[in-house]
């Protein structure tokens, strides 16, 4: 989404986590008429991002989402692409701005220019990947690092140490890393070990943070009883270590509540667990969206 007008605008940007996100995806596979796209299922597991931001949106400013186009509980496939050939998509973005001297907000829609894609049936290596993880269970676990069934975990890493080669191996890869990030502490310590001897997991992530900066051995902690904004948690830490921590705007919906006292660099490593790292900049550090 880009303000390509003259002036910026007081906006609220559009919420992505619920089970029906504000930004609606329509997918045509006739060519004619275009269907809601429904995951059904929350796209992102156990992180809080309910905490709608108003900010200033600038001329020549972009905003930018991470939307998942795959699981669907609306059909028995678990898949929103069933069958091969061209499906047509467009996006319609809900826009909350408000007029100059305004408090109340109005809802202008956005429709994008419509986008073919091509889906391809597998052949090869990846026809013997797909025979072996073509269920809706693994749909969704592809879709959101999320499942309660171990043996989808030990399909998954069965099937990466297998096809090497396959088309599906960073996605597969993916959802093993967002399942080790969502689930951590209570990872059963055989699973840990398995998913750790193949590069998965933060390991020792907080020892190799920025390890030229000793001002992030120092321990701080935050109390919260409840969840609130984390850039307001980046500020307290910022006042107790005396070290700048900024939150990217496009994580400005991220909500944490009480962190134990620890060192700061174990912290900082905590609070990029889920598909954000941390960039140092000329004043201190960034929590930025993961490429």
């Known amino acids: 989404m880009k303000n390509i007008g003259p002036a910026a605008i007081r906006a609220q940007k ?21 269907d809601n796209y429904e995951c059904g299922a929350f796209a992102v597991f156990g992180i809080p991002d309910t905490q709608r931001q108003t900010r200033l949106f600038k001329p020549n400013e972009s905003w930018y ?21 061209i499906y047509l998509v467009r996006v319609v973005y809900p826009l909350l701005w408000f007029p100059p001297g305004n408090q109340y907000s109005q809802r202008t829609e956005f429709r994008s220019s419509v986008v073919s894609v091509h889906v391809r049936a597998p052949t090869g290596v990846d026809k013997e990947v797909w025979v072996s993880i073509n269920d809706a269970e693994f749909a969704r676990f592809v879709h ?16 990466l140490q297998r096809f090497t080669t396959s088309t599906y ?23 840990r070990r398995q998913l750790e001897s193949l590069g998965i997991g933060r390991g020792d992530i907080g020892e190799q943070l920025f ?8 321990e701080v902690a935050f109390a919260s009883p409840e969840y609130v904004p984390l850039e307001r948690a980046l500020i307290d830490l910022t006042r107790q270590s005396g070290v700048l921590l900024k939150l990217h705007p ?6 944490v509540k009480s962190l ?19 960039r140092r900049d000329a004043e201190g550090y960034v929590l930025v969206p993961a490429k």
């Open 14 to 34: 559009a919420l992505v986590w619920y089970t029906e996100p504000e930004i609606k995806v329509l997918i045509s596979s006739d060519g004619r008429t275009f």
């Open 65 to 85: 989402y991470d939307l998942t186009v795959h699981y669907t509980l609306r059909r028995p496939s678990g898949l929103a692409l069933e069958q091969a050939g």
């Open 144 to 159: 959101s690092g999320f499942t309660r069934n171990p043996q989808t975990v030990a399909k998954a890493i069965a099937a």
């Open 169 to 191: 191996h960073p996605h597969i890869r993916r959802a093993l890393e967002d399942y080790y990030d969502l689930k951590n502490s209570r990872l059963d310590p055989d699973e």
């Open 211 to 218: 390890p030229d900066d000793r001002r992030l051995d120092r």
């Open 250 to 255: 496009d994580l400005s919906n991220r909500r």
């Open 260 to 278: 134990r006292a620890q060192p700061l660099r174990q912290l900082m490593a905590t609070l990029s667990v889920y598909r954000s790292s941390w």
